[in-house]
Every structure is written in C-alpha cells, then in structure tokens.
C-alpha cells in the first residue's frame, strides 16, 4: 500500500515556514536583548539538521499579548507587517542549519502571574517525528515551579539554559537517548 499524507513525514515545512528574521522577538542592538541557542540532536547524538522550532513567550513584564499576525505574510510584497524589528511579538520560528544549530535574539520572559516562575514554550518538528514536541526553556532551575520541582535534577537540567561568556544562554534539545530533554503533552 502507498503511503497516505498522514503518514509520510517531511520536512516538508522547510521552506515554507522560515524567513529571515524568524528568530527575532528583540530589536537588534537592544540592551535588554538575550540571545538563546542551541543545538537540535537526534538519539545518536548526531545534529538534526532540518529540523524546525517554534517558540512563544511572554514580555518582560509577563504579558502574553505579543504582536498578532506577527508571522502572517503579505502576499502582495511577501513582508510580515506584524515583525517590524521594533515591537515584541512573543513568537519566533527558526530552522536548524547544516550542524543542527538554532538561535534566537529575545527578551528574558517575565512571570506571567504572582509565584510563577518565567520561561519560553518551544515546539519541536522534525523528520521522523509524527507529532511535534512540547517542551520549554527556563532560565533559573527553580524548585517553586512545578515541573522542575517534580523532576529529578538530571531530567530538570534538560530544561535549564546556561549562561555563556558573553550573555548567551544555551541549551540543547535532545530528541531521544541518555540525555533526552523533558517533553511535554500538550492538551
């Protein structure tokens, strides 16, 4: 029997879903700005290098508004007029390149609510992967969360950005194996 579309799997999304820019939640040369980064690994251990990422997250202050439409094409000059490289959109796509790596330039998200603890939501799609993968970006392994209150620190690590010499933040995504990252069910 042949295939039906439900069962193939891409990357089909790879070029249509990118665009310069994608990864850019923060003006560039803004103070406030960070950049995340990272690599995307399969359960080999070797970079996965069509894979396509997702991100949201609050403001600085916690809001969740964002900027609508900020990834909605003009098809008349094929611009997207919700990404004017000014305002926070709170949403970012990027694509890994040729070594699985993926980066973006944001804000450090704010808590959104009294006790909660800040973070950025990503969704992973990839070749070989029949549902994207939920998982999320915390900034501070804190115990008042509590997802990372109710993970061992080996798995709670899988969720934690480093920070790097220079104001970077990394963390790596790890499809499947010894260091595979906490992913989430998303209902």
């Known amino acids: 029997m042949k295939p039906t579309p439900s069962q193939t799997v891409g990357p089909f999304y790879g070029y249509a879903l990118r665009q310069a820019g994608g990864g850019d939640l ?11 980064r990272g690599f995307v690994y399969d359960g080999a251990g070797d970079p996965v290098p069509d894979a ?30 919700g990404r004017d490289g000014v305002r926070f959109t709170g949403f ?9 790596h993926w980066a973006i330039r944001t804000f450090p998200p704010g808590a959104t609510g009294p006790g909660r603890v800040p973070y ?13 993968l939920y998982t999320r970006i915390y900034f501070e392994d804190s115990a ?8 061992e620190p080996g798995r709670r690590a899988t969720l934690v950005a480093v920070a790097e010499p220079g104001g970077a933040h990394r963390i790596d995504i790890h499809l ?9 069910e998303f209902r």
Do not use: K, Y
Not at 92 to 100: Q, S
Not at 144 to 151: R, T, Y
């Open 176 to 184: 499947q194996g010894d260091r595979e990252t906490v992913f989430l």
């Open 52 to 81: 396509l990422l997702e991100f949201w997250q609050a403001d600085p202050s916690g809001g969740l508004d964002g900027q609508p439409g900020s990834m909605r094409r003009d098809h008349v000059n094929g611009s997207f007029p």
């Open 26 to 36: 923060a003006p560039a040369g803004h103070p406030d700005a960070v950049v995340v």
């Open 92 to 100: 970012a796509r990027v694509a890994t390149d040729a070594d699985g």
């Open 120 to 132: 950025i939501s990503v969704c992973v799609f990839a070749r070989g992967l029949l549902r994207h």
């Open 144 to 151: 008042s969360d509590p997802l990372l209150a109710s993970l």
